[in-house]
């Protein structure tokens, strides 16, 4: 680990870009492919922009509406999405305190059928996706370039602090574009 911090000893971590990443994590890679290449904290402030600028109405006329049976509807996609972060920045919390045990993976169907997010409106849901991106930020600005560059086990796969915040703005994208793909044919 030593090597490591003197290689990134004159560069400032939260302005690395994404194509600078020392590796990309196994399975999580497709989250971080979808970022565009822009520093960490620029692509989490970019994609809250996204969500405060989306047609948030165009999600809401779609009701309770799958593409497919056994799919989810809006409300749930959000709900995921709010669990999902909450998740993956406890991972980063985790790691960028040094923790060393292999933290748990998660099963998104059974905490979808769980959160109940069909329960909840759209509007209470982007409220909370909206404060939580603001907490995440709050988080990775917190950390320092030693945090973001340290590597845990999640899942049993390395991932870096760094990567994590990639994953959250990336896996946002994704769903966005799921929702773009198939529910609005």
């Known amino acids: 680990m030593l090597q490591f911090k003197r290689a990134f000893?004159?560069?400032?971590?939260?302005?690395?870009?994404?194509?600078?990443?020392p590796f990309m994590p196994e399975y999580f890679d497709r989250y971080?492919?979808?970022?565009?290449?822009?520093?960490?904290?620029?692509?989490?402030?970019?994609?809250q922009q996204e969500l405060q600028n989306y047609d948030w109405n165009?999600?809401?006329?779609?009701?309770?509406?799958v593409y497919a049976p056994g799919k989810w509807t809006v409300c749930d996609i959000v709900q995921h999405l709010i669990d999902t972060e909450r998740i993956l920045t406890y991972r980063a919390l985790c790691i960028a305190r040094?923790?060393?045990?292999?933290?748990?993976?998660?099963?998104?169907d059974d905490y979808a059928l769980h959160a109940q997010g069909i329960?909840?409106?759209l509007d209470d849901l982007?409220?909370?996706?909206?404060?939580?991106?603001?907490?995440?930020?709050?988080?990775?600005?917190?950390?320092?370039?030693?945090?973001?560059?340290?590597?845990?086990t999640t899942?049993?796969?390395?991932?870096?602090?760094?990567?994590?915040?990639?994953?959250v703005a990336g896996h946002q994208r994704h769903h966005f574009r799921v929702l773009e793909e198939r529910y609005f044919k």
């Open 98 to 108: 040094g923790e060393v045990a292999n933290l748990p993976s998660f099963e998104e």
């Open 119 to 121: 329960q909840r409106s």
């Open 155 to 167: 899942s049993g796969k390395q991932m870096s602090t760094l990567a994590l915040g990639f994953i």
């Open 126 to 152: 982007k409220a909370e996706l909206l404060t939580l991106r603001s907490s995440t930020l709050q988080l990775f600005r917190s950390f320092s370039d030693l945090m973001l560059l340290r590597v845990g």
């Open 32 to 47: 971080i492919n979808q970022t565009d290449d822009l520093p960490l904290l620029g692509m989490l402030e970019h994609t």
């Open 58 to 65: 165009k999600l809401q006329a779609l009701g309770d509406y």
């Open 9 to 21: 000893k004159h560069i400032n971590i939260k302005t690395m870009f994404k194509s600078a990443l």
